[in-house]
């Protein structure tokens, strides 16, 4: 992608989140607190939006030059922004605040990469997520920084992934966005590590999101291909606090969003998930491009039924059988 296509990206990110600003969410913090938004459908319910966008600036309420492959985030008046400025050595990841109003900056950190084989600058594939309770922005850079911040810039705490989990780099960049829900703030990410956890395996990891301490861990899926960064969705099931998504591993799961227990997984594709699981109707809904299972065909669409479907195993995820396919 371009670097103007880059910021044309931004700034209907920053008209369409500005705009959803005023719309009410969890809690106290009112915005556009993720990049999949407030009911986790990249979806806003905002009216009076532009019904066609202008590439002349014509539609801006500002803009920054900033490249990035993510969505920027809103709560409070203040816009956050996650991107990359500099070439070559000098290339550094950026987290930055700028008012909404007037696209004042208000505060910002850069970071430098390290010890990733991260090219082609594809740097910043990634959004912060914003607390709903405190108002606290988190992220995760390409070399495996997980930072929280307050609203005025303060790091809160730093967790280097890298160091501490075995966090594995790819020459694409899919880094993708931390979640949050309930008093945990989630990430999925491939890992290599010692003892039990050094196979590789795409695993979800819940961390206690005022410390940054790691809370859970958990590795659902089989040996993935790809990494993947879809983003899971949440939702109760059977007074349980559930987590739906795709996997590295061409699976799609479901874990238990407080304690990682893995449910069941369907297996789909011979690759991973990067796009984000839905839910519509009683129906998980994924889209993948690789190889299917069930034919020959590269590349699907699958919707599930997950109808009965929620009862914690004993041990492991078991697979559900091709009858649960709609």
Known sequence: MSKVSQ?????????????SGTASVRADVKGWLEWRGPHQTGVSTETDLPEAWKLHGENDLWSAD??????PVIANGHVYIFGYGGEGADLQEIVACFDAKNGKKLWEHRYSDFISDIVYDRYAIGSPCIDPKTGNVSVITSAGLFLSFTPSGKVLWQNSLMETLGRLTFTNGRTGSPFIDGDFIYFRFLTGNWGGDSPGR???YAFDKKSGKLVWASAPGDTPKDP??????????????????GTGCGNIVALNARTGQPLWRYPVSAGGFSSSIILYKGMLIGIHDDENLNSPEIGGMVAIRIDGKGTPAETGAPVVPSSVEV
């Open 7 to 19: 910021r044309i990206l931004l700034t209907l990110a920053l008209l369409v989140g500005l705009l």
């Open 228 to 245: 993947s960064f879809s983003r899971p969705w949440f939702d109760w099931y059977n007074g349980l606090r559930v987590m739906y998504t």
């Open 202 to 204: 795409d695993r979800f």
């Open 66 to 71: 900033i490249q990035g492959g993510g969505t």
